[in-house]
Every structure is written in structure tokens, then in C-alpha cells.
């Protein structure tokens, strides 16, 4: 039986007092102000293009808000943050704080699981529970893999630098973690950008079977990509919830979808978000569940378990690596190729050499 509540006793306190602070400000009437304050600042930003003058509005006000109240509910105790995180999660859901907490975490289960294409409506909840988790870092990660194919090399290696700078701000059991995760021997901001670069498969889903190291690397691969590329700065562990389909409709896709919602349609705008927001508490508390939610569930032939998906992307990278060693040892190396044409210049010097020699011995006979 999966009970997420009970597996995020074991997040520490800064990352249930994020979740409150998400859950606090990540409403649909906040993403339509932060809509309409975005729609302002292009017309302003333009007006000033032509004016020639410095526009000095801020326009991060909605990330600012966020940051700020993450960081207030971190000075509060953990029994308040649980509380806090209870209430706001019962409000979303329209159901009265006095409901058991087992019944409370199936309904944030079900809730997600609608933001889910495939049908696991026959699922259990610890079952659901399971795919919601792999479906969320996969959708993390294709984010990722996109955003990184649209960079230049100038960007790379500025992400690459940012990598460099999350790693040593990491504790030697985190850097560990991530390692494992990576499946890395060395962890530096290179290896990390070559793995997510070169490998092209989702090398986040690989890692310890608990997901921490999986959870570690793609919160800081994350913060590297928001922080360097798209020039957005939040607490460290925001951007899990921001880099998923949440993040379409707060970037520009989203509000040229958006742009013509009617407050008629809100309702169906707050679906959409409470979904997001619930599928990344359960991707949370899978990660601190420390294992599956249903280790023995026997999969249905359309679902796939992570255990299966990690395999597959091992054998995926595996097949990979070896197709690449076997191109490098079909190739001439540098030294190679050196030898080659030393040789053939000492055969062309040789045989010139004979006809000259040739032609002396002629001209000595005449």
C-alpha cells in the first residue's frame, strides 16, 4: 500500500517546506497574473526598444514570490511544514483536513495519474504510484534533451561551468549519489554535459534502486539548465516541478495557448496545475519511499516498472558504446596515420632514389 505521506517523513524539512511554498504560490489566478504581468513587460520592453531608454521593471515577480515564501517556511518547524502541506493539499482537492491520510494520498494519486495519456485506471494506487514516478522523470528529461539540442557550444560550456559549480556546492554523499546515478567515474561539469549530450537516451532514470541518486542528479542538472540557459534563478530543487509540463504553460508555448482563456475557463487551468503539482509530490515521495511501492507487481504488457526501464536504457547505452568502440577501432589514429605517411615518403625517397642512381650509372655507360 502506498502511502506518500508517510515516505516524505524521510524529505528533509527544506524540501517540504519548497512543496508548501509550491502549493502556495502555483495557483492558476498567480500564473494568469504572472501571464498578464509577461504580456505587459513584452509591450513595455518594446515602447522602451523604441524610446531608446533602460526599462528597469523586474519582470521575475512570480519567481521572486516563490523564492520568498519558500524561504519563510524554512524557518518554520517541520510539524507546521506537514500540517501546512496537509492543509494546502486538502484545499486543492476540496476535501476537508479531517480525512484519514491514507485516503488523503489516494486521491493526490489518482489526481496525478490523470495527467497521465495511458489508461492505469485499473492500477492500485501503490501501482499508480510507481508509473506516475517514471512518467515525471521521463518527461524531466526529454525537457532536458530538448532544451540541450537547441544550445550552441558557447552555451554548453557555460552550462558546463554551472555544472562545475552545483557539484562542488554538493555534499560528498550527494556527489556519490550522483556518480551512481550517472554512472560516471569522475564527476565534474563535462562529464556530467558529455553524458546528457553524447548519450542520447535517459540516463536520468538510471541509478540506485531507492531513485535518491536519480533525484540528486537531475535537481542539479536541472538548476544548471534553468540558471544558464534560460537565465531563471530559483531555490535549488524548484525547477524538478518547473522543468515539467507546468514549465510549457508558464513559458512562451503556454501563453500563446493561453492568451485567449476566459475566466470561464480557469477551472480547467486549475486542473491542469494541481495535476503537475501532484504528480511531482509523488515523484518525491517515491524517491525518499527508498524502494518501489509495489516491488511485486506484475506488470501489465503496456506498463513497464523502472527496474525494466533502467535495464532497457543499460542495455540501450551498452549497445551504444559498444557500436562507438567498435567505429574508433575501425579508425586510423593520428600516430597511425603519422606512421603511414613517413612510410610512404621513405619508399617514394627510396625509389627516387634509385632512379637516380639509375640515371647516373646511364650517363657514366654513355
Known sequence: MANIFESLKEAPDDVIALQVALFQCVTAENVLRSMGNKGQTIIRE???????????????????????????????????LDIKLLNCIAQRLDLHLAIPIQNLSDKVIEEASKSIEQDI????????????????????RKQINRLLKEKSDTEL???????DI????????????????????????????????QTGVPILL????????????????????FTTLLGITLPFGVYTVLNSTLALIMGPVGLALLAGLTISKTSSMKKKIDRELFMELVYLAFVFNGEQFAPYYTEMSTWKSPDQIRA???????????????????????????????????????????????????????
Open 121 to 140: 485506471s485499473s492500477l492500485t494506487p501503490a501501482q499508480k504510484a510507481d508509473f506516475i514516478a517514471v512518467e515525471f522523470q521521463n518527461r524531466i
Open 206 to 225: 538510471l541509478g540506485s534502486a531507492s531513485g535518491l541518486g536519480t533525484f540528486v542528479a537531475t535537481t542539479t542538472i536541472i538548476h544548471a539548465v
Open 157 to 163: 560550456a557555460q552550462l558546463e561551468k554551472q555544472l
Open 46 to 80: 518594446k515602447v522602451f526598444n523604441l524610446l531608446r531608454r533602460e526599462n528597469k521593471q523586474n519582470s521575475n515577480d512570480f519567481n521572486e514570490f516563490i523564492e520568498s515564501t519558500y524561504n519563510d517556511l524554512r524557518a518554520e518547524d517541520r510539524k507546521k
Open 166 to 197: 552545483d557539484i562542488a556546492q554538493m555534499t560528498p554523499e550527494n556527489r556519490e549519489r550522483m556518480k551512481d546515478a550517472l554512472h560516471v567515474e569522475t564527476l565534474t561539469g563535462k562529464t556530467v554535459r558529455d553524458t546528457l549530450v
Open 312 to 366: 532497457e536504457v543499460e542495455n540501450t547505452l551498452t549497445a551504444k558504446i559498444n557500436e562507438l568502440q567498435s567505429y574508433n577501432n575501425s579508425l586510423v589514429t593520428q600516430d597511425e596515420l603519422k606512421r603511414q605517411i613517413e612510410n610512404i615518403e621513405a619508399v617514394a625517397a627510396k625509389k627516387s632514389m634509385n632512379k637516380l642512381q639509375n640515371l647516373r650509372n646511364y650517363m657514366m655507360i654513355k
